[in-house]
């Protein structure tokens, strides 16, 4: 019997990188005093302010998230022009015990992120497929091609960019830390496309 090959056409790109760094003290504790002024959300609570990464406090972390930025672009994408992405919103979400975040995706926005301020052992983010297929086949042992769901664990300092429109949720937080971390949209800035080909865009 001959040999075969399963090629994983298209895959999701999904970048982890971690701060080198522990987060300071003036930082952590910018993030903790925000617990007090946030809205609920459906399972959890965010900051009332949306640009978060624009306060003074938080400027060497959105450095470290731009120059994120600027690897998943050129590594994933590889664009030929002189385009760049920019954070559009920023805020931190707070999650207790028993909370979660439901399954949702980021509109208005190519790459979305999330810091972790504060994760444990117990702490994981759930990736949902966009599958629009009829057939339900139970299979024997789940892989990355059969699965219409993938968590990947999370820590203190990890981050995590990834397509916007990948559907995304929390479980049912577990442990007794309150589970911290700070999510983002971007969008693209430059010249896309060519005039010849009638396609330009200049953002």
């Not at 925000?34 to 949306?50: M, R, S």
């Not at 789940?142 to 960019?161: C, E, P, Y």
Request: aromatic residues 10%; positive net charge.
């Amino acid at each position: 019997m001959s040999d075969i090959n399963i090629h994983g056409l298209f895959p999701t790109p999904i970048l982890e990188k971690h701060l080198d760094r522990i987060f300071t003290k003036k930082e952590i504790d910018f993030v903790s005093k925000h617990k007090n002024k946030c809205v609920k959300n459906l399972g959890n609570i965010h900051t009332l302010e949306k640009n978060i990464l624009d306060k003074k406090e938080l400027k060497h972390i959105k450095k470290f998230i731009e120059l994120s930025l600027e690897e998943y672009l050129r590594n994933i994408f590889n664009p030929k022009k002189n385009v760049k992405l920019y954070v559009t919103q920023s805020w931190i979400n707070y999650t207790d015990i028993n909370g979660y975040h439901k399954p949702h995706t980021h509109q208005n926005s190519l790459v979305s992120g999330v810091l972790y301020f504060n994760a444990d052992d117990n702490d994981s983010i759930s990736f949902y497929k966009n599958d629009t297929s009829f057939i339900t086949l139970q299979p024997k042992n789940f892989n990355v091609f059969n699965s219409t769901s993938w968590w990947m664990k999370v820590k203190t300092g990890q981050l995590m960019l990834f397509p916007s429109s990948l559907m995304h949720g929390v479980n049912t937080k577990q442990g007794s830390n309150t589970r911290i971390s700070l999510a983002f949209n971007t969008f693209l800035k430059g010249s896309l496309g060519h005039s010849q080909d009638l396609n330009e865009l200049v953002l």
